[in-house]
């Protein structure tokens, strides 16, 4: 179980947020202290702020006088009334309100129910219940009702190098899945442009564009993230890069493409495309041989079916290549004369296209969704055929990728039907931040 806490000075805002959504039929109030309530699970707002108004003291220096507290159970965790119930009055008591006016709402407008709570923190004589540490005090609390109560830890899990990366489940927390699959990719992973980056993410239906424009006179550059299903179409809004983490802005990106420059050694993945490239015929042929070897291969069709990027992704290595930047015989034209004009079919591959090469030349790659990872046993290349190579220095294709498109506005950035983007709204409005001074604003 998750609780999220936000000291605030609006109870008329907090009462109204939640009475209206249970008012509507999307929940019921389960409990309150010190406040109205005529067992009908609906409220009414300004009776419950008018019961509140009347416990507030005259003068105090609490700037933010009220709470507000939602629990969040593990998705899995299918509560009572009477369960949530409990939970909250216990969570209540050990954080210190037992005795303060609250209300507890439960909230029912997603699948995953979960509670909320508006309580004040100030007594009538002024003093305030103390907020110290109240964030581990909060974390030690749930961890106990969870064993209590037989609940699933729904605690953020610490990401790991090993931990294996899933597809995105449309059933689950879709923000932390994201979330989760953009950290460990590019944990794991080496690749060069955003196509290269997104080759990758599409492998577990997840895609990523950028987001450049201008808010109130100031230039913003940034990112933003979709959840999508093995066909490639957007199931979710997109979540800005802000709301995942650091590691999945623009800025760490782009050092991550810097970082993967030095690193890079196409020769491995060169070697064992030529060779299955020489080995094959068709494009189904191609590639299922290279699935052999543990490369993945994702292409992406115009409306016409004509193949117009191709991006390797070598699990044995862990890297994203652009067919291009493994040479001109590799790229997306060459696939596209290869495999659907078989008329200006080339010959079969030269040794020499074999020979190891270093070409960080960077180029743009848009990739195609829904190829799966495959996990078999990784092939050694053809030694006796790379034993015949000469030097050819491959050359790049400049249109083997179209830029994704960019997102024309702020307002479709909202969050997914894992999380209650009205509800996300309501905290960042409640919460005080610090300003930062920035160089512009970034998603």
């Keep these: 179980m998750v609780a999220k806490i936000s000291l605030g000075n609006s109870l008329y805002r907090a009462l109204v947020y939640n009475s209206e ?17 005529d067992g009908t699970g609906r409220v009414n707002i300004n009776r419950a702020y ?32 009477a369960e949530f119930t409990l939970i909250a009055r216990e969570y209540l008591e050990k954080m210190g309100f037992a005795d303060m006016p609250y209300m507890v709402y439960k909230h029912s407008d997603i699948a995953r129910h979960h509670i909320h709570i508006v309580a004040l923190r100030v007594k009538t004589d002024g003093t305030c219940v103390s907020d110290r540490n109240n964030f581990y005090k909060s974390k030690d609390i749930c961890r106990e009702l969870e064993k ?4 699933k830890s729904a605690e953020r899990q610490k990401i790991t190098p090993d931990m294996p990366i899933s597809k995105i489940d449309p059933n689950g927390d879709i923000k932390r899945q994201v979330a989760n699959t953009v950290k460990m990719v590019g944990m794991r992973w080496k690749f060069q442009t955003l196509g290269e980056y997104n080759a990758i993410l599409s492998l577990y239906n997840v895609r990523c564009e950028e987001a450049d424009g201008r808010v109130n006179g ?96 070598d699990h044995n290595t862990k890297t994203v290549l652009n067919g291009s930047r493994l040479g001109k015989e590799f790229s997306a034209n060459a696939l596209e004369r290869r495999f659907n004009n078989p008329q200006e079919r080339p010959m079969p591959l030269l040794p020499d296209v074999q020979q190891p090469q270093h070409d960080n030349t960077r180029q743009s790659a848009q990739p195609d969704a829904g190829q799966p990872p495959f996990t078999g046993n990784s092939a050694q290349p053809n030694s006796a055929t790379a034993s015949q190579s000469q030097n050819r220095r491959p050359q790049s294709n400049a249109n083997d990728y179209e830029n994704a498109p960019s997102i024309p506005g702020l307002d479709l950035f909202h969050v997914g039907p894992g999380f209650n983007a009205e509800e996300e709204a309501f905290y960042r409005e409640m919460q005080r931040r610090k300003k930062k001074k920035r160089r512009g604003l970034k998603l």
């Design 50 to 81: 008018q019961d509140f108004k009347g416990w507030m003291p005259t003068a105090t220096r609490t700037e933010r006088p009220m709470v507000h507290i939602s629990l969040n159970p593990h998705p899995e965790d299918v509560l009572t009334d």
């Design 218 to 313: 100031r230039e913003y550059h940034g990112l933003v993230y979709f959840a999508t299903d093995d066909d490639g179409k957007t199931i979710t809004s997109p979540f800005k890069a802000s709301r995942l983490g650091k590691f999945s802005g623009r800025e760490a990106i782009e050092q991550r493409y810097l970082k993967a420059k030095e690193k890079i050694d196409i020769e491995p993945t060169k070697r064992m495309v030529a060779d299955v490239m020489n080995a094959t015929a068709s494009k189904e042929d191609f590639i299922a041989g290279l699935k052999e070897k543990n490369i993945d291969l994702v292409l992406r069709y115009t409306e016409e079916e004509r193949i117009y990027g191709a991006t390797f992704i």
């Design 148 to 151: 209590k109560y037989g609940l």
């Design 21 to 37: 959504k249970i008012n509507k039929e999307d929940g019921r109030l389960l409990a309150t202290n010190k406040i109205y309530n």
